[in-house]
DNA sequence: GCACTGGTGTTAACATTGTTTACATTATTC
DNA sequence: GAATAATGTAAACAATGTTAACACCAGTGC
């Protein structure tokens, strides 16, 4: 992925602010959230430290402008690795093979781009997952409709199956993504975990 | 908790490091990470800047040790909400309640403290959870067994328990933390995980 | 075509930061 | 009690976020 560059009459830049923010997630992708400034990013979009001013408040406001573009990449992620795996046919098994899919690409994304990871949830202030209309959440919840549709889901856990879901394989995601767990152990703990969230919905 | 002031001959600290960490820690805690500095600790423990760097790296290293320092006391205040909690005389039911307890006091801890619990886990690069020696690690293991004798696991998931527990309500305390659950909606969600927990581990 | 206006960029400055260097003071050791 | 190590200070450095004053350019209304 190359540096933008300016195009143009070379004065104005044309679409910085999304050229910003796409700078912003790779410098931290690469060198971390510590690397980020307005000045590295000022540089890498090929523009001065105060034009970014004019599309964003501080530096402040573009990290949470970032975290929410990694959220909807996340989501885009999921979606993309779920509607890739293969299934069989039994409609039944194929409602677990996507939930799996689902965590299996959850951990996925953790492992490739921790430091993105790190900071996609960051500043949500107030503003609760089930609410900002995540795409991640509403995939878990459609996976879960699905299991209910093949009866692989304990009606009387059933309200509370999404956050049982979500905290067990975000949990695991965040120790991933912080290298908590060596490397060699992640497989097997994403595995631990898959059949412990299946155990708990009834999905056995 | 005031502000540690020269003692001694005002030349020579006489405990700084200690000192500093423990400024650090309170100022996270108060203001947050990012207003964390090797000129705030200074000016709180009364002291040149420079004169950190007789302690630590850099600020880097401080980070790290007050990251360390929070593992440390998280495992304490596990320990000493499930000692406080009320007991039963069912033998059965002490091992329930005594696992039940760490799972709310880890939550408690995040809320009470949600800034230091964010830093609490950075930087254990290849050091997984299992094995840097981690008390909070023991206490869910010593739990665990003492559901295992009391008949209140399964066998078939008892290796993969300890993982299956600690994602869970880890994934939840850190969502707790960044505020991405309603303050309102964090009890209910608690007890929602920890009875996926608990049918996952078979204790039912 | 042309002035004007708002959006977007630049440059130069400011205060503040982490860090280093040279030096001062105290503790410790023989 | 002198030498030495440990621990503090002060002053400087480069780099940072941010702001203010000015420059360029696209679009609108005449």
């Known amino acids: 992925m190359l540096t933008p560059v300016r195009k143009?009459?070379?004065?104005?830049h044309g679409d910085l602010g999304h050229a910003a923010i796409r700078a912003?997630?790779?410098?931290?992708?690469?060198?971390?959230?510590?690397?980020l400034g307005i000045r590295r990013v000022a540089e890498a979009t090929g523009v001065s430290p105060a034009a970014l001013y004019?599309?964003?408040?501080?530096?402040?406001q573009l990290k949470a402008e970032v975290s929410a573009q990694i959220?909807?990449?996340?989501?885009?992620?999921?979606?993309?690795?779920?509607?890739?795996?293969?299934?069989?046919?039994?409609?039944?098994?194929?409602?677990?093979i996507r939930f799996e899919a689902l965590g299996e690409a959850y951990i996925d994304y953790a492992r490739k781009h921790p430091r993105l990871f790190e900071i996609a949830f960051i500043h949500c202030d107030e503003k609760p997952i089930s609410?900002?209309?995540?795409l991640a959440w509403e995939l878990l919840q459609e996976s879960i409709k699905e299991l209910d549709e093949v009866g692989l889901l304990d009606r009387k856990i059933a309200v509370a199956a999404p956050m049982i879901a979500w905290s067990s394989v975000h949990g695991l995601a965040v120790?991933?993504?912080?290298?908590?767990?060596?490397?060699?152990e992640q497989d097997q703990a994403l595995r631990q975990i898959m059949d412990g969230v299946e155990r708990a919905l009834g999905a056995r």
Chains 1, 2 share one sequence.
């Open 24 to 35: 912003a997630k790779n410098l931290i992708d690469s060198e971390g959230l510590n690397s």
């Open 71 to 96: 959220r909807l990449e996340l989501g885009e992620f999921l979606k993309a690795k779920r509607d890739r795996t293969p299934l069989s046919r039994s409609k039944s098994r194929n409602a677990l």
């Open 175 to 184: 120790l991933v993504a912080q290298r908590a767990i060596l490397q060699r």
């Open 8 to 12: 143009r009459s070379d004065y104005h």
């Open 131 to 134: 609410e900002f209309g995540d």
């Open 54 to 60: 004019r599309h964003f408040e501080n530096l402040e």
